[in-house]
């Protein structure tokens, strides 16, 4: 190990950072990755909600070590920052900070307000938190994983063309540093209603309208993608890379 890379104590724990940590499927995630024994940075908005995320998942796993970050990850500064508060190696980064301007405004202008505040909100998070950490991410054996959204694969607007954005990005990435050892992947959730990003809108109208062509006629958990992470995070996962993990009841099929 070089001087420039950071060292782990013998003893301590895997190490992983997850972004949008605080609730829905982030916290899902890092609760399922604590029990799966890594130590946790949970990096979010909103310091009330990530400590009580960091409360549960303690309580959950008492032998995780759960630090948390408030960070806007949509500004390198405070990118920067926040990095620069993550001691020791990065073994897991999960960029699962997002969300959905549905806003479209008026006009051309509007238009083009959308498209930023929904790129802003999830490509830049992600490859900003990314690029800042990836001399500390593990080599060999450190995992990479973006949560997306089927929306990137089959959706319209801002959002589905943000997340779409962050598959290239993946892709690429993949490819850069394979040979180091590090995989990169995307999990693509369909219909998991139990989380923020669908606050205010779970009707039985929108319920039903979303699980028309779901095959297996019911929404998805938070948990269950969770399941996904943590084989993406695990060692059996060693030779999956460049790949995007659809999550979604069978309301799309996978693409070869």
Known sequence: ??????????SARPQAVVSGGGTGIGLASASRLARDGFDLVIIGRREGVLQEAAAQIVRETPAATVRTIVADLQDPADVERAAGEIEGPVDVLLNNA?????DRGEGVAGLAAHFEANFRLNVLTAVLLTETLLPRITRPGGRIISITSIAA????????????????WMMGLAEQIAGDGVTVNAVAPGYVPDTGFWEGRRTPEIRASRLV?????????????AGA???L???????????ILQVNGGALFGRG
């Open 229 to 231: 992470v943590s084989y």
């Open 98 to 102: 997002g969300g959905n301007v549905l």
């Open 213 to 225: 062509g779901v095959l297996m006629n019911r929404p998805g958990t938070p948990d269950e993608v």
């Open 1 to 10: 190990m070089s001087a420039q890379e950071p060292q782990r104590h013998e």
């Open 153 to 168: 694969l089959r959706g319209a607007n801002g959002y589905g063309a943000a997340k779409a954005a962050i598959h290239g």
């Open 233 to 243: 995070a695990g060692p059996e996962a060693g030779w999956t890379t460049g790949q």
